[in-house]
T-cell receptor, first 113, second 115 residues
Framework: GESVGLHLPTLSVQEGDNSIINCAYSNSASDYFIWYKQESGKGPQFIID?????DKRQGQRVTVLLNKTVKHLSLQIAATQPGDSAVYFCAEITGNQGGKLIFGQGTELSVKP | NAGVTQTPKFQVLKTGQSMTLQCAQD?????MSWYRQDPGMGLRLIHYSVGAGITDQGEVPNGYNVSRSTTEDFPLRLLSAAPSQTSVYFC??????????????FGPGTRLLVL
């Protein structure tokens, strides 16, 4: 069945290092992907998105890479800061699905000072 | 703008009780959705709406009802609460339009405990 999953449930990095969070998806028809950040006790917060006709998209300190060949998505955070500590989710939308986001399990990022 | 608001923030129910989780948005978004999040897991879609008067089921709709009588409000009803419905519930909304409809804004969540 369709699924969006993450390789690692936890990731610990040193402050100032770069972080890479990975996500695998199984539905080749998915055409839109989003990364969300969720801090403890809060709702998910949009970080960055990418369409399936793109391989890379950059934001402020964040980059999303999409490899459609192996159905893999990654989120790179440059110069990771303590405020980046949170759970990160990838999510996908397929076609004309409107508000139907399919979320992955999540990766907890812990930044050590 | 207040964004997406949810009430209550926390609720304890007994098995078999009914209740309504409220969700409102003031951004004039057409899309609204309800998700539940269980410990250590991602969010799962319960129901969603693409506009006033239109609702559809998500991944885990059983035990929940929704209605969308206005653009602003999207209440989620539990008709007969069960312990399996203990979870954190998030409401989300997003605008319509190419490149924008998928950017969902989430509320702060409602923590529900069913005993």
């Amino acid at each position: 069945g369709e699924s969006v999953g993450l390789h690692l449930p936890t990731l610990s990095v040193q402050e100032g290092d770069n972080s890479i969070i990975n996500c695998a998806y199984s539905n080749s028809a998915s055409d839109y992907f989003i990364w969300y950040k969720q801090e403890s006790g809060k709702g998910p917060q949009f970080i960055i998105d990418i369409r399936s006709n793109m391989d890379k998209r950059q934001g402020q300190r964040v980059t999303v890479l999409l490899n459609k060949t192996v159905k893999h998505l990654s989120l790179q955070i440059a110069a990771t800061q303590p405020g980046d500590s949170a759970v990160y989710f990838c999510a996908e939308i397929t076609g004309n699905q409107g508000g139907k986001l399919i979320f992955g399990q999540g990766t907890e990022l812990s930044v050590k000072p | 703008n207040a964004g997406v608001t949810q009430t209550p923030k926390f609720q304890v129910l007994k098995t078999g009780q009914s209740m309504t989780l409220q969700c409102a948005q003031d951004m004039n978004h057409e899309y609204m959705s309800w998700y539940r999040q269980d410990p250590g897991m991602g969010l799962r879609l319960i129901h969603y709406s693409v506009g006033a008067g239109i609702t559809d089921q998500g991944e885990v709709p059983n035990g929940y009802n929704v209605s969308r009588s206005t653009t602003e409000d999207f209440p989620l009803r539990l008709l007969s609460a069960a312990p399996s419905q203990t979870s954190v519930y998030f409401c989300a909304s997003s605008p319509v339009g190419r490149g924008s409809r998928e950017t969902q804004y989430f509320g702060p969540g409602t923590r529900l405990l069913v005993l």
